[in-house]
């Protein structure tokens, strides 16, 4: 297991990967601590964690990343229940309104700033000291891939991305003295709930069906399709396991290969 007997704070849960993550950070050994805004989000995903039937131990804490207080919190109540954090996955996010740079409200991009940057910057420093304390600690990003290749209409989320990856490379630097690492994946289009109503709506706009639309997508891809969440949540997985000891700082792509570098 990679994870047997850490602790795992996963923000975010919800539809999607959120999910996805705690329940594969379950199957491998973790004790979770899980953060959402909505209580009823993460009574959900704890009774799906204690589906799996591995007598998993489960925190649930209502978080808004955005409020530092709740963040304290969260953690606070981690540290009692658990008495350490080994490995924080910083899921949680607001995909804020998709419209044009040119006519964007920037009291949105704000909003969006609020949680997607300086939320996940909140809760980070909350781990930290702790972190240091006992001796390190791992620290996934859930970044995008719109910060790679930009969609029109996306820029505000897109920005508030951008910024967590440029930050995220600083605190690779500044961490890994106290053998904390600190890493980022960049997830591009992922099947699951959010996907496939997002691609409802596509059809329906352009008249024709989900399967159509996905094909659509699936042309870029050269992998053939869109990756399963569940899949792109094993790739945070492996960041937050000892198997990327040696890896700090890295932009780990998954995409199906739809962004390739040169």
């Known amino acids: 297991m990679l994870l047997k007997d850490k602790v795992v704070i996963v923000s975010g849960i919800g539809p999607g990967l959120g999910i996805e993550l705690a329940l594969l950070a379950a199957q491998e050994g973790a004790k979770l601590a899980i953060c959402a805004r909505t209580p009823s989000k993460l009574d959900a995903a704890e009774r799906d964690v204690a589906a799996l039937g591995l007598g998993t131990e489960v925190l ?13 919190n969260l ?16 899921s949680a996010y607001v995909g804020g ?3 044009p740079i040119e006519t964007a409200d920037l009291d949105d991009w704000r909003a969006t700033m609020d949680v997607n940057f300086f939320g996940t910057m909140k809760l980070t420093q909350e781990v930290i000291p702790h972190m240091k304390r006992q001796g ?8 995008t891939m719109v910060t790679r290749v930009p969609m029109p209409t ?9 910024a967590l990856r440029v930050a995220t490379s600083h605190l690779a630097k500044e961490l890994g003295r106290y ?13 699951g709930e959010p996907v496939e109503n997002a691609l409802k709506y596509m059809a329906k706009e352009q008249g024709t069906t989900v399967e159509a639309v996905r094909k659509q997508i699936a042309a870029n891809i050269p992998l053939g399709d869109i990756p399963d ?14 198997y990327s000891r040696a890896m700090s700082g890295a932009c780990v792509d998954v995409n199906g290969g ?4 040169v």
């Open 75 to 90: 953690v606070e109540h981690t540290i009692e229940r658990f008495g350490r954090v080994d490995v924080l996955i910083n």
């Open 229 to 242: 969440d569940a899949d792109c949540a094993r790739v945070a997985i492996f960041l937050a396991s000892d």
């Open 258 to 261: 739809e962004y390739l570098p």
């Open 60 to 72: 649930k804490v209502p978080t808004d990343i955005a409020d530092r207080a709740q963040c304290h």
């Open 179 to 191: 053998g904390i690492r600190v890493n980022s994946t960049f997830m591009g289009w992922m099947w």
């Open 136 to 143: 390190g600690g791992a620290i996934v990003m859930i970044n």
């Open 154 to 162: 996306q820029g505000g989320y897109g920005a508030s991305k951008g």
């Open 97 to 99: 309104r998709f419209e």
